[in-house]
């Protein structure tokens, strides 16, 4: 179970560096990919950059 927390926590961090490099808040996208994870990753991908 603990391998779970460790990767949905990894997954937030390269979230976050990934919308730092979008020119958008790494903060609130960390916040927003502990609760949706793999779905805010995707959203991310797609987005353009600002």
Do not use: H
């Not at 990934?18 to 991310?44: D, E, H, M, V, Y």
Request: a positive charge.
């Amino acid at each position: 179970m603990n391998e779970y927390f460790v990767g949905w926590g990894t997954l937030a961090l390269i979230n976050a560096g990934i919308a730092q490099g979008k020119n958008r808040s790494g903060l609130n996208w960390f916040l927003l990919s502990l609760l949706l994870g793999p779905f805010a990753t995707f959203c991310l991908v797609i987005a353009d950059k600002r």
